[in-house]
Nanobody, 123 residues
């Protein structure tokens, strides 16, 4: 069972910043595209951002473009999500995911998932 472990969630005021990290096993990380998804209470899980295995291509949901930045550190086998200018509507559980396919926005195409980390943005 491949285990992805997220960290960095918490409570922040609107306009603040948080940095999420996700650690993956070496064998999984080096051959996978990585993505971040989120799920707010009563809503479906939605795509946030994805990064190719090389880090050369990134993709974002329109609502987070210009505020969130996804990056990966292949030496540390981690993927990060820097979240700036946070809004109350960003409140959700954030999940890290890995896929052996190319970077994709479709949750069903991801093979492995973390347990999630809570992000709460107060107004």
């Amino acid at each position: 069972q491949v285990q992805l472990v997220e960290s960095g969630g918490g409570l922040v005021q609107a306009g603040g910043s948080l940095r999420l990290s996700c650690a993956a096993p070496v064998r999984t990380f080096t051959s996978s595209c990585m993505g971040w998804f989120r799920q707010a209470p009563g809503k479906e899980r939605e795509f946030v951002a994805a990064i190719s295995w090389s880090g050369g291509s990134t993709y974002y949901q329109d609502s987070v473009k210009g505020r969130f930045t996804i990056s990966r550190d292949n030496a540390k086998h981690t993927v990060n999500l820097q979240m700036n200018s946070l809004k109350p509507e960003d409140t959700a559980v954030y999940y890290c995911a890995a896929t052996y396919l190319g970077a994709t926005m479709e949750a069903r195409e991801y093979d492995y998932w973390g347990q999630g980390t809570q992000v709460t943005v107060s107004s």
